[in-house]
C-alpha cells in the first residue's frame, strides 16, 4: 500500500516530520512524500503577466451591455485610479476597444480650461416657478449682464435681483409669453408672445417701447406664436422664429431686417454665432439643423441627422463652432461639433445608457459643456426622474457631476449662466428656479475679451457706412 501525503515546510518543522515519517513506515510500510513547494498565496488574485496575450495586455475593453453612466463616481474612481498607474508605471493611456470595431479614435473635444476640483456641490438659492410646468416652450429665463434674473410666467414676468437677493420689479405683455431674452448690454428685454407679436421691453421702466409682427401673418391667416429668440452678439439686431416655421431679423428698434420660412413646423432653437455670421435654427422634434447668414437669412448649410435635435449652443471661444445636442430613437444621447467655416462634423455618443438630454450650454469662463440629462428607463415611468447636471471637458471625460442617486433632482428644461459665469441657474419641471455654485467666485480683476463680430461689424461700416449685425 502506498500513501502520499502533502505537507507544508512552512507550517511543520523538520524534526516533527520525522518522527511522521517514522510511524507511518511502522503502519504503512512504505510512505512517499511529495512537498508543496509553491510559493505562499499572498498574490494569488494577481494574476501573471505573462498569462495575458499582447492584444488584451494593452487594450481596454468596453462591453456593449455597459449601462452605467460615464459620470457615475464608480467609473471616475475607476478612470482616475487607471491614470493613476499609468503616471506611475510610464505607460501609455490604454486604448478602447469596442466590440464590433476594429479601431476607435479618440473624439476630439472644444476649446476648454476644465477644473482641477468639483464645484458643482450645493445649490444657493431655490426659488418657485408656479406655472413653469404648463409651459409650452422651456426658455423662459434669462440672466443680465447687470445680474437680473427674469422669469416669465403667463403675461407677467418678474425681475429678482442678484446682489439684493430680491424681488425688484414685474411687467407684463399683451399677450402670454413664450420666450424672453436680455440683450448682451442689459438694456432691453424681448418677449416673444402668443399672438404673433415681438415686443421690445426697456429693461429700467420694465414697459414696452417698441412691438412687431411675425411675418406669416401677411402670408397666412392664422396666428402664429413667437416660439424662439436671440439677440446678436452685437446687441443691434434680433432674429425671432414662430410656431409655423418663419424666421425673421429685426433691428434694436424691432424693424423688420429680412425673413424667410427656414422649417414647416415650429421653431424650437435659434441660436446665432458669436461673429455674428451665422444662425442656426432647428424646430420641434426635427432631425435638420440649417445653417442660414445673418442677417440676410439666406441658405448656407443643413446638418442631417439620425438623431432627434434637442438643443444647441455656440462655443464662446470659437467663432463658429457649433454643439448640437440630440437623442437617438434607443434614447440615448449623442453630441455632434459642428465647425461652421470648414464645413467639418464630429458626432459621438456620450453614454451607452438611456439617458436623455433636455439641456445643454457652454460655459463662457471655462469652455466646459454642461448637460441636463434624465433617466428614461421605462421601468422608472412611475417615479420622478433621476435626473444628472454632467460637466465636461471633451466627449470622454467629466469634470464635474451632480445628481448621484434618484428622486434628488427633476428634469431640467432650460439653464443659463450668470454674467461672471461662477452661477447657474436651472429651471425644472417641477417649478424650481435652482441656483447652483458652478465655480468659486473670482475676485481678481477681468479684461474684457475681443469680441469675434469687432471685424464684421467694422467691414459693415465701411462699406455701407451703418451695420446691422
Known sequence: MRVYFSLNWGLIKENELFQMYKALIKVVGHVTLQVNSHRPPTDRFVALRESFPELRRRLLYVDKEHTVGIWHQKNLRRKRYKNYLDEAFGLEPLKEYRAGHRDVTPAQGWPCVPRKRRCLSSADSVLDLPSYSFAEFPELLDWSNDNILVAALGRDYHKWSWRTQSLISEGFALNEIQCCKFDPRGEMLILGT????????????????????????????????????????????????????????????????????????????????????????????????????????????????????????????????LGVGAVTSNMQTCLALWDTPKAKVQQTCLDKSNYCLDAMLFSHRTGELVLSLWDADPALAYQRPNSHLVVMSNPDTVVDHWGEGRNELDRVRTMIFSPDGTKLATATVDEDLIIWNFLPEDKKKKTNRRRFAAIPVYLDEATHGYSLR
Open 194 to 321: 402668443d399672438v404673433k407679436t415681438v415686443e421690445v421691453h426697456n429693461n429700467l421702466l420694465s414697459k414696452c417701447v417698441n412691438r412687431n409682427y411675425c411675418r406669416c401673418l401677411t402670408n397666412d391667416d392664422e396666428h402664429c406664436s413667437i416660439t424662439a429668440l436671440d439677440w446678436s452678439p452685437t446687441g443691434n439686431s434680433f432674429i425671432t422664429g414662430c410656431s409655423r416655421g418663419m424666421v425673421g431679423a429685426y433691428d434694436r428698434d424691432a424693424q423688420l431686417i429680412s425673413w424667410r420660412r427656414a422649417t414647416r413646423s415650429a421653431v424650437l432653437v435659434t441660436r446665432v454665432s458669436p461673429d455674428a455670421r451665422y444662425v442656426a435654427v432647428c424646430a420641434v422634434t426635427s432631425v435638420k439643423v440649417i445653417m442660414l447668414s445673418w442677417p440676410a437669412l439666406e441658405f448656407i448649410s443643413r446638418l442631417n441627422s439620425n438623431s432627434t435635435v434637442k438643443t444647441l449652443a455656440w462655443h464662446p471661444w470659437r467663432s463658429a463652432l
